[in-house]
């Protein structure tokens, strides 16, 4: 293997230590290696600490945005789907869609399928790659979403901006079974009202069971809907999720592995 330069290891310890902030580190070993005669193990020694020390420090902030994110399948991941014959996404959109750029530009991901097609784990997966990249994230079913905002707007209009701020403060929100629910007037304006204040400052994963084109049915209220709808569908990257049912090929696949493992004790 090739060695690599002084130079170019001094300048990789230089955009560490700028990384982490630790330029008067950087600059006291400037100072001890201005006085040594033999520099390249130094270099890649203190270049091969700076980065486990990077590393470990993002694999203590990613569990602590795991842990925050509060995801119904938290040991999902998009490898759950890479094998699935069933798959109604081709996988390599999946692993796009993981490198997060749409949360740059404030894009939103929905995904519709039918009750059991996996829609929640393959959103939970999604925000784990979102997590994998330094984002806050956090998953809420909608009628706790709704339910919170009522009860936040009863307690006051402090609390109600309060779980607002809260809210908004999370990069990707995850809000799961869309539109199960019809809303009353004072639902529809909580909801818009909490829409408009995350609009192009962040990004939703959707999941719903619907189609974007019947959500205006949860809503009985046209202009309102057409003002929520906007500012999410404009700006969504759609997946239809209308495969056969996850939990029942699941399920199946559990209730043949454990046919299998009963007639295996009794043969033996």
Same mark, same amino acid.
């Given at each position: 293997m090739?060695?690599?330069?002084?130079?170019?290891?001094?300048?990789?310890?230089?955009?560490?230590?700028?990384?982490k902030?630790?330029?008067?580190?950087?600059?006291?070993?400037?100072?001890?290696?201005?006085?040594?005669?033999?520099?390249?193990?130094?270099?890649?020694?203190?270049?091969?600490?700076?980065?486990?020390?990077?590393?470990?420090d993002?694999?203590?902030?990613?569990?602590r945005?795991?842990? /925050?994110?509060?995801?119904?399948?938290?040991?999902?991941?998009?490898?759950?789907?890479?094998?699935?014959?069933?798959?109604a996404?081709?996988?390599?959109?999946?692993?796009?869609?993981?490198?997060c750029?749409?949360?740059?530009?404030?894009?939103?991901?929905?995904?519709?399928?039918?009750?059991?097609?996996?829609?929640?784990?393959? &959103?939970? &997966?999604?925000?784990?790659?979102?997590i994998?990249?330094?984002?806050?994230?956090?998953?809420?079913?909608?009628?706790?979403?709704?339910?919170r905002?009522?009860?936040a707007?009863?307690?006051?209009?402090?609390?109600?901006?309060?779980?607002?701020?809260?809210?908004?403060?999370?990069r990707?929100?995850?809000?799961?079974?869309?539109?199960?629910?019809?809303?009353s007037?004072?639902?529809?304006?909580?909801?818009?009202?909490?829409?408009?204040m995350?609009?192009?400052?962040s /990004?939703?994963?959707?999941?719903?069971?619907?189609?974007?084109?019947?959500?205006?049915?949860?809503?009985?209220?046209?202009?309102?809907?057409?003002?929520?709808?906007?500012?999410?569908?404009?700006?969504?990257?759609m997946?239809?999720?209308?495969?056969?049912?996850?939990?029942?090929?699941?399920? &199946?696949?559990?209730?043949?592995?454990?046919?299998?493992?009963?007639?295996? &004790?009794?043969?033996?």
């Open positions: 090739a060695a690599i330069s002084n130079d170019v290891v001094l300048t990789n310890i230089k955009e560490l230590c700028e990384q902030r630790l330029m008067p580190m950087y600059r006291a070993f400037i100072d001890h290696i201005a006085q040594s005669v033999d520099t390249i193990d130094i270099y890649e020694c203190f270049r091969a600490a700076l980065q486990l020390q990077i590393d470990s993002h694999m203590l902030k990613v569990g945005l795991r842990k /925050s994110a509060k995801l119904r399948w938290n040991s999902a991941t998009l490898e759950d789907f890479k094998e699935e014959s069933h798959r996404v081709d996988f390599s959109v999946l692993t796009q869609l993981a490198k750029h749409w949360i740059a530009n404030f894009q939103h991901i929905i995904i519709a399928g039918p009750t059991g097609a996996g829609k929640t784990h393959l &959103a939970c &997966a999604l925000v784990q790659s979102v994998e990249q330094g984002y806050t994230a956090l998953y809420i079913h909608f009628p706790a979403l709704i339910r905002l009522k009860m707007e009863r307690a006051g209009n402090e609390e109600l901006t309060k779980l607002r701020r809260q809210l908004a403060r999370v990707v929100l995850l809000i799961d079974d869309w539109g199960i629910q019809h809303l007037s004072e639902e529809r304006h909580l909801l818009f009202e909490f829409i408009e995350r609009d192009q400052n /990004s939703l994963i959707i999941t719903s069971q619907y189609p974007t084109d019947v959500w205006h049915d949860a809503f009985q209220d046209k202009v309102v809907a057409d003002s929520v709808l906007d500012r999410i569908v404009s700006y969504a990257i997946l239809d999720w209308d495969t056969d049912s996850y939990r029942r090929r699941k399920g &199946a696949a559990l209730k043949k592995k454990h046919t299998f493992q009963s007639e295996g &004790a009794k043969n033996g």
